[in-house]
């Protein structure tokens, strides 16, 4: 065994030398027969009830035929058995807020640091486009099953397509492009965009007759111009519009004012903490009426300063990622980003404050911690999504990071694990189909090697990732 163990970190340090970490940790053990028996595991099985100590799990092709204690199922005789007791098993995770579009660094976002000029617009787009499987394997790698885009080019919609059909692929709802008061933005293309400004209430409405219909999960408005009466008669006019075609609204919107503004016009998904005050007893009234999911998104603020200090030179942007989920293009950019250190983005007084940000202190906002907690305590649901592809928030691994500032905020880990799941597949509108590990649901699920409900940062200590029926080995143990 110990031999084992010193061959394969052997193989793994020449794979780290020659940069092939990322295929080798993402290797497919696929089972011979349609039938793959877990059992003995403690399992979590996303719906926030006591975990099942000694549990099984029949899973058959791609969907789960039985799941519970010991003696709930009978697995028939040619059935292949995987005793996994003393591991761990909770639901595929879910990332409820990342962008497509978007790589990690600023080479998609021209608006916070101009990279044009080295990385042409048209060309990082056209990329992210062509090349989704990097981040799929990432997703995958990091236990990840499902993914919503909530804002992107009018190609991040057929994707919902696309990777429902792809075994290797998590599950994705896409938003698409979001109905902004912002306009003329420099990460729109001449070809397709990003944002759509609402110039009218005809506009508003066509735009979201043309996303229905186009396939987008949920129409999502990016900041609202609340104190602008007649905007907001706009806003209104695109709700009412959304209702209509069955469709519903998502808010980018980031004071309590412009936070209430969206759950007013019937917003069913926060994508962002409120950040300017501490919510009121109005707000959370608002959220109860309509059933609003909120998504708090704690680190992304504090990746654009990491982002910043590696571009700048000040400090490289570590991550840990110790089953080399991230692929080898985006370490690529990430290690080449001190080239920019002299750009003209650094200010002296901005290079001062860059070098005063302290990663461990800075790291998350107090007003967005302490929301959460209100948020929480007020029973309205919560959801995980690390708005991943924004610079210093990568696809897939950021999750942990995300989840373990949420347990910080004073979020219990058992009640974490259902917001990282359940409610993640509820944002996506796909709860009938995964999400909770119930009969009938599809074999999405990772195993874990440490118990997830003492501390969520267990979550690190994954081994497998199933998704669509299909196990794959991702982690080092
Ligand atoms: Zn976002």
């Not at 924004?390 to 219990?412: D, F, K």
Request: hydrophobic share 40%; net charge negative.
């Amino acid at each position: 065994m110990n031999f084992i163990l010193k061959e394969e970190s052997r193989i793994l340090l020449i794979a780290v030398l020659f940069g092939m970490v990322w295929t080798i940790g993402c290797t497919s053990v696929k089972e011979k027969n349609n039938i793959l028996v877990l059992k003995g595991a403690t399992l979590y099985n996303g719906t926030g009830s006591n975990a099942v100590e000694n549990s099984i799990i029949v899973i058959k092709n791609d969907q789960i035929d039985c799941v519970g204690s010991d003696e709930d199922c009978n697995p028939p005789q040619d059935a292949t058995v995987k005793d996994i007791s003393g591991k761990y098993i909770t639901p595929g995770l879910i990332d409820a807020h990342v962008h497509f579009f978007q790589t990690g660094f600023f080479d998609s976002r021209p608006d916070a640091m101009d990279l044009r000029d080295t990385y042409p617009m048209g060309e990082v787009i056209a990329y992210q486009q062509q090349h989704p499987q990097r981040y799929y394997d990432a997703y995958v790698c990091s236990g990840i099953t499902g993914v919503y885009d909530v804002g992107g080019m009018s190609w991040s919609v057929p994707m919902q397509i696309s990777a429902e059909k792809n075994p290797q692929a998590p599950h994705v709802a896409a938003a698409g492009p979001l109905i902004t008061p912002v306009s003329g933005a420099p990460f729109d293309l001449p070809s397709d965009k990003v944002l759509v400004p609402l110039n009218s209430k005809e506009s508003g409405i066509q735009t979201v007759q043309y996303l229905s219909a186009l396939g987008a999960t949920g129409i999502k408005f990016w900041q609202l111009d609340a104190d602008n009466e007649d905007y907001m008669e706009r806003v209104e006019a695109a709700a009412q519009e959304i209702e209509k075609q069955g469709n519903k609204m998502i808010a980018h919107a980031t004071t309590l004012k412009q936070a209430k503004a969206a759950l007013q016009n019937g917003t069913k998904l926060l994508v962002h903490s409120v950040q300017d005050r501490e919510i009121d007893q109005e707000f959370i009234d608002l959220a109860k009426r309509e059933g609003t999911l909120y998504n708090p998104t704690l680190i992304v603020g504090s990746g654009y300063m990491l982002a910043y200090r590696a571009a700048a030179g000040i400090a490289p942007l570590t991550v840990e990622d110790p089953n080399g989920c991230i692929d080898p293009k985006t370490n690529k950019l990430l290690a080449t980003a001190s080239q920019f250190s002299d750009h003209p983005t650094f200010t002296k007084g901005f290079k001062e404050r860059l070098k005063s940000f302290d990663p461990d202190s800075d790291r998350v906002s107090s007003t967005n911690m302490k929301n959460l907690k209100k948020v929480y305590q007020a029973g309205i649901p919560i959801v995980v999504g690390t708005d991943a592809g924004n610079p210093g928030t990568l696809h897939g691994i950021s999750i942990y990071e995300e989840m373990e500032w949420m347990q910080e905020a004073g979020i219990p880990p058992h009640d974490l694990i259902v917001m990282a799941t359940k409610n993640g597949a509820m944002a996506m509108e796909r709860l009938d189909d995964f999400g909770t590990l119930e009969q009938d649901k599809l074999a999405n699920l990772i195993i874990l090697e440490e118990d997830p409900a003492v501390d969520i940062s267990n979550m690190r200590s994954i081994s497998h990732t199933m998704i669509k029926g299909e196990m794959k080995k991702v982690g080092g143990y």
